[in-house]
């Protein structure tokens, strides 16, 4: 039964730091993983879809990293602003089933 | 593309009334999935359904909750009876054809039950 974890629960950080999010997975044999924003109250911003073939994305200054062996993922925030305050998610597709397995999720604060 | 719809944003009801949660797809969007979120917890899969079919209800609680999404309209998260614990955040996502694309999500439900 593939569970996924995301190490640190909460982090808070200066503006402009670089900072990376961690995503672990116990079954390796993935269909894709995607990394969403979630803020308060609200629903979930898709941010990076990485398919089990590729080793990493990127869109501006976020990249998310995909190590299937180890069971790994990382989302890289570059320059971190305070408007990148949010929960990051990261979501595991499970192959044959169409079905997400999502982590509980890092609390980010960037402080101005 | 208005993106997945969902509605109503909020919805309050009393202990033992019905709840009705709507969800329309993305266009060209023929899979849709409801997750929900309990406080304080991450995001459980519910049900999987596509036009006229349930694919996968394993994520469901076996009693008083029940899905569809018909052939017209919109798909229906549809709850009876509820009680206090249901109280969470209900998202619904779409996808087209196939898994490759990854999930797109609407803003959610907030069912209050009191």
């Known amino acids: 039964k593939q569970e996924v974890t995301q190490i640190p629960a909460a982090l808070s950080v200066p503006e402009g730091e670089n900072l990376v999010l961690n995503c672990s997975f116990t079954?390796?044999?993935?269909?894709?993983l995607q990394w969403f924003r979630q803020d308060p109250g609200k629903g979930l911003t898709s941010l990076l879809l990485?398919?089990?073939?590729?080793r990493e994305q990127t869109s501006g200054r976020l990249n998310a990293s995909l190590d299937k062996s180890s069971g790994r993922s990382t989302l890289y925030i570059a320059a971190s602003q305070p408007g990148d305050s949010a929960t990051y998610l990261c979501?595991?597709?499970?192959?044959?089933?169409?079905?997400?397995?999502f982590g509980t999720g890092t609390r980010l604060k960037v402080l101005a | 593309n208005a993106g997945v719809m969902q509605n109503p944003r909020h919805l309050v009801r009393r202990r033992g009334q019905e709840a009705r949660l709507r969800c329309s797809p993305m266009?060209?969007?023929?899979?849709v999935y409801w997750y929900r979120q309990l406080p304080e917890e991450g995001l459980k899969f519910m049900v999987y359904?596509?036009?006229?079919?349930?694919?996968?209800e394993s994520g469901m609680p076996k009693e008083r909750f029940s899905a569809e999404f018909p052939k017209e309209g919109p798909s229906i998260l549809r709850i009876q009876q509820v009680v206090r614990g249901d109280s969470a955040a209900y998202f619904c996502?779409?996808?087209?054809?196939?898994?490759?694309?990854?999930?797109?999500f609407g803003s959610g439900t907030r069912l209050t039950v009191v």
């Open positions: 990485i398919q089990s073939s590729q």
């Open positions: 079954d390796s044999a993935i269909y894709n």
């Open positions: 996502a779409s996808s087209p054809e196939g898994f490759n694309y990854g999930y797109t």
């Open positions: 266009k060209g969007h023929s899979h």
């Open positions: 979501a595991v597709g499970t192959p044959g089933t169409y079905k997400y397995i």
């Open positions: 359904l596509q036009k006229e079919n349930i694919i996968d």
